[in-house]
């Protein structure tokens, strides 16, 4: 090809170029590409230009491609088809895979997916790595930026990204037995009234109950415990110690 600007190259061309060069035959190659005749002619003619060879040439009733054309050819077989794997993507094959997989969860998610999720990832891709960290208040745009690949959370979740309900899981109050409570359901007021132990899940706050709480503002708790570990049995004892 003659020096010149990529940017000044129809790579639409591309296309009409390859099945011209296969067919060696205009009309075929026109049917080919979906195009029209005339419009399959004007492209060899631009190709032409481009390339500064004739590519094909006439013998007798059909083309024959020139020494050129036969270079090019094989260059566009293996060109056609890396661009077709960078435009859809190669297939993704688990076994083979040997990429990471960055991936942010709660404690509490750990807890409850993780030993499922890593003995599933051994056994499908044994050559992958997974690498697991703590949930924080950035994860969504440290996916959107592509930070990490998949963040697990409670958490309302963007738009622009894609999501997937994996559970549901029901907040509830652990009373201790020496605590002056005999009721299975709480009044707003009893609730503040109490004393409590929390686990911190994010940013100093039980997020599903202390939000709501907040937006009545009354979020006035002051617990007496605050852990940072999704411990039931710590908490229990807790409780229990009250």
Known sequence: MREVYLRNVDLNLLHALHALLEERHVTRAAKRSFLSQPAMSRALERLRETFGDPLLVRTGRVY??????ERVLRELESIMGRLGAMVQGEEFSPARSQERFR????DHGSTILLPTLLERVRKAAPHARLEV???????????????IDLTLSAEAVPPILESELIFNLDFVCLVGSAQPVRTR????KQYLQLPHAVVETLDGQQTMVDRPLAQLSRLSTEPAHTWFRDQLRIVARSIRSK
């Open 64 to 69: 024959e491609r020139t020494p050129r054309g």
């Open 133 to 147: 960290s703590a949930w924080r208040t950035q994860a969504y745009e440290d996916v959107v930026a592509g930070r």
């Open 103 to 106: 991936v942010a969860m709660t």
């Open 185 to 188: 359901r709480f009044t707003l």
